[in-house]
């Protein structure tokens, strides 16, 4: 019988951290979790350098960049951006595009009529960029003409969109190499998710696996001294409380089925990543490693 894959663990670089200060921040946290992500709100810290920042100060996690808004990102720029990064620390670069949020999107006068559109266009051209394809597009918003990268990635890395409702979860499905749930997703939503995506690959025909990658606040202590998450947070699931509770919801998570579980912390983000780190993570049941499992065609030469 095939091991369940192995639940990657992450931690969310904080908007908050100043851009000087994230060095020394994840230098700290490398390592001791699979995957860093970067935040790209407006009108904090810019996604690309912080990223870029955060490749640079560490050496054993991947590094996702979550997420890219859409409408002020050029599908060509975009891919350039991420090729770069790419070659520049092969096999550690996870990428994410999300529609923005609609507020942010007005101030900077970048909305558009069809958001679904949009990302699935801009993603398509990506990847396809990423990919090393000659590309031309005459989409609705994606306009090239003959476009190659010059320096495409040895291995692209995956992009992963940062969606929530049901079309834009088919979208995903259809057009990207995974989802990134960052409005704190309830267990019993990711097999409602899984089910949309699902209907989009069928769509598509696509058959290889779609990463699901949560990102899960959580706050361990007293709730009663718990910090209100950010406004502008899409009021979601948390695990709050002392540790065994705050395990016990994030292992919930887990056996939901999400293939990436990214702690945000809510109150100061070392302490609590690092009670996290020492004192949750450990304790939680993440799988088997896939490298330890045959693969799936030494399974199926057993057959």
Not at 45 to 50: E, F, R, V, Y
Not at 90 to 116: F, N
Request: some cysteine.
């Amino acid at each position: 019988m095939e091991p369940t894959p192995k639940t990657s663990t992450g931690a969310m670089v904080m908007r908050h951290i100043a851009p000087e200060d994230v060095p020394a921040h994840v230098r700290r946290l490398d390592g001791r979790v699979d995957e860093l992500w970067v935040v790209e709100d407006c009108f904090y810290a810019g996604g690309i350098s912080q990223v870029t920042a955060v490749l640079a100060n560490t050496t054993e996690s991947t590094v996702g960049h979550g997420i890219a808004p859409a409408p002020f990102r050029n599908a060509a720029a975009l891919a350039m951006e991420w090729a770069t990064l790419a070659r520049l620390y092969p096999g550690r670069l996870a990428c994410g595009v999300g529609h923005g949020v609609d507020y942010w999107m007005d101030q900077i006068g970048e909305t558009k009529a069809s958001p679904v559109t949009l990302i699935r266009e801009v993603t398509e051209a990506t990847r396809a960029l990423l990919a090393g394809e000659t590309i031309t597009v005459d989409g609705r918003y994606v306009q090239l003409d003959n476009v190659t990268l010059e320096f495409p990635p040895m291995s692209p890395p995956p992009v992963s969109l940062g969606v929530r409702g049901p079309v834009s979860m088919k979208t995903s499905g259809a057009a990207a190499d995974g989802t990134i749930v960052a409005e704190g997703p309830a267990p019993a939503d990711i097999a409602t998710y899984r089910s949309q995506i699902d209907e989009g690959r069928a769509e598509a025909g696509r058959s290889d696996h779609h990463r699901i990658t949560s990102f899960a606040g959580f706050f361990i202590g007293d709730p009663a001294e718990l910090p209100p998450p950010p406004a502008d947070i899409t009021p979601g699931w948390a695990a709050v409380g002392p540790v065994d509770q705050v395990t016990e919801e994030l292992q919930a998570m887990v056996d939901a089925g999400v293939d990436s579980l990214v702690l945000v912390p809510f109150g100061d983000p070392e302490p609590q990543l690092d009670l996290a780190i020492e004192e949750v993570l450990p304790n939680l049941r993440l799988g088997a490693d896939w490298r330890d499992a045959d693969s799936v065609f030494e399974q199926l030469a057993k057959q």
